[in-house]
């Protein structure tokens, strides 16, 4: 399944609830791709992925130094069926957005350690890829 449209079918909303690991890609300064794995979450209702991490990071330095309309690319797998949401991002440190992306982070994962600096990276997504079927499709 492709689509350019955020709104996801019932099972595909599910797969992005069910606690798996995520790999993130952001564009280097100098154009190359940059994966690592992440824990995300996805809003299915806003069409908004969000992923916490250090200020620091390069996922993040990489989001801030593509300015607005960074493309990035979250995606996740298991086995046969695997999910990548595309879109444009933006990094977010104000308080209120971070302890919303905790809190998402905390219902599909766990309670993610104290970090003093943490941000968020919010990605509206604008298309969707995937294999993602019903159980005994």
Known sequence: M???????????????????ICFLT???????P?????????????????????????????VRAAGPGARVAVGQVDGRRW????????????PASVADAERRYTERYKPPRPNPERVVIEITVTRVM????????
Do not use: C, M, Y
């Open 26 to 32: 952001t564009l280097r300064p100098d154009g190359t």
């Open 83 to 94: 999910s990548t949401l595309e879109g444009t991002a933006l990094v977010k440190d104000d």
């Open 34 to 62: 940059h994966l690592v794995p992440v824990g995300a979450t996805f809003d299915a209702e806003t069409g908004v992925a969000r992923v916490i991490s250090s200020a620091g990071s390069r996922k993040v330095r990489n």
């Open 2 to 20: 492709t689509t350019d449209e955020p709104q996801l079918p019932s099972e595909e909303a599910e797969f992005w609830q069910e606690r798996r």
């Open 130 to 137: 995937g294999t993602v079927r019903p159980p005994g499709w």
